[in-house]
Structure formats: C-alpha cells, structure tokens
C-alpha cells in the first residue's frame, strides 16, 4: 500500500505494570516498517469488564493512538498481534480476561472492513467508553463509518468510570486535527 492510512488503535492492559505495557507498545507502533504514532490519547483507568465466569480482575488502563501506516488492515492486524505476543498476551479463551497488552484496531480511515479475524470498526467501539472517550480526545471530528460523526457515540457514553491518570510518556499529547 502506497497511500497513508490514519488507523486508530485501542491499548489495553492489566497486567504487569499495565501502564509500561502501554508505553512499550505504543513506542513499538512507533518503530513498525510504514507507521508513524502521530498522536496518543491520555491515559484512562476503569474497572475490567465484569462477565459471567471471569473472576474479579485488577482495573484497566487504557489509550488510543492515532497510527499514520502505509500497511493494509490485515497487515497492521498481523503486527499488532506481534507486538502482543513480544508483551506475552496470552489467548487462552478467557473474554474479557486479564491481559498483559490488548491491541485493537478499531478504525482504518473510513474503510470498512468485513474478514473473519478482522471488522473495521471495531464492532464494540461505539459502547465503550473506554475506547470512545479516549479516541475523542485526539480525534473530535472522526466519523465512524456507518454510524456517524464518533462525539456523537461519545454524548451517549457514560464516562464516569473512567479516571484520567496522565500522559504517554514521550509522546505530547495533540490532536489529529491539530497536525492536519
């Protein structure tokens, strides 16, 4: 792929110093062949999703980085899992379970993507506050494809779970808009 892409990807841990998990992985993105972190949300705590038959689990911490790439979807989906497996990611079947990192790509420009490993958007964003108000942060005027303008996701959104805890270190904090 020729073309730069403005992908936006949700990080996640748990696990292990969570929020070094997060710096790592967002410094690995940074040095993938055709990307370039051009701008990451702050860092966000919140409970971990609470399901039947997943036991209680430390709080969250969570970002979202916006990834200019050159690397198609399935390409970029194939180096997030990479960069997992190097943070030790285990999938052992638990949804919702503990995880060291958690990488997702939620949106690739504003492609739709429909492959079995893979949905663009990420099927869950708009119900994730998580994701949501964090992808907001450094992206106010996204649109997601087929549902429209993200602030509106967001206004339906509790995001009062979520405790702001500080920046990525190394990386300012600025918005897409403010690069453009």
Request: glycine content about 8%.
């Amino acid at each position: 792929m020729s073309t730069a892409i403005t992908a936006y990807v949700g990080l996640g841990s748990n696990l292990d110093q969570p929020r070094r998990q997060i710096e790592r992985a967002v410094v690995r993105l940074d040095l993938l062949p055709g990307c370039r972190v051009r701008a990451v949300s702050s860092l966000y705590r919140n409970p971990a999703l609470q399901a039947p038959g997943v036991p209680p689990q430390p709080d969250f911490i969570n970002a979202v980085a916006a990834v200019e790439t050159r690397q198609g979807p399935l390409a970029l989906l194939d180096a997030l899992l990479g960069i997992e497996a190097e943070h030790q990611r285990r999938r052992d079947g638990v949804r919702w379970g503990p995880r060291t990192l958690d990488l997702d790509l939620l949106l690739y420009g504003q492609m739709q993507v429909e492959e079995p490993r893979l949905q663009v958007p990420h099927p869950e964003l708009s119900q994730r506050p998580f994701v949501v108000h964090p992808l907001l942060e450094i992206a106010p005027g996204v649109r997601l494809p087929g549902a429209g303008a993200l602030a509106d996701a967001a206004a339906a959104v509790a995001a009062d779970t979520l405790e702001r805890i500080g920046a990525v270190a190394g990386f300012e904090h600025v918005s897409v808009q403010e690069l453009a």
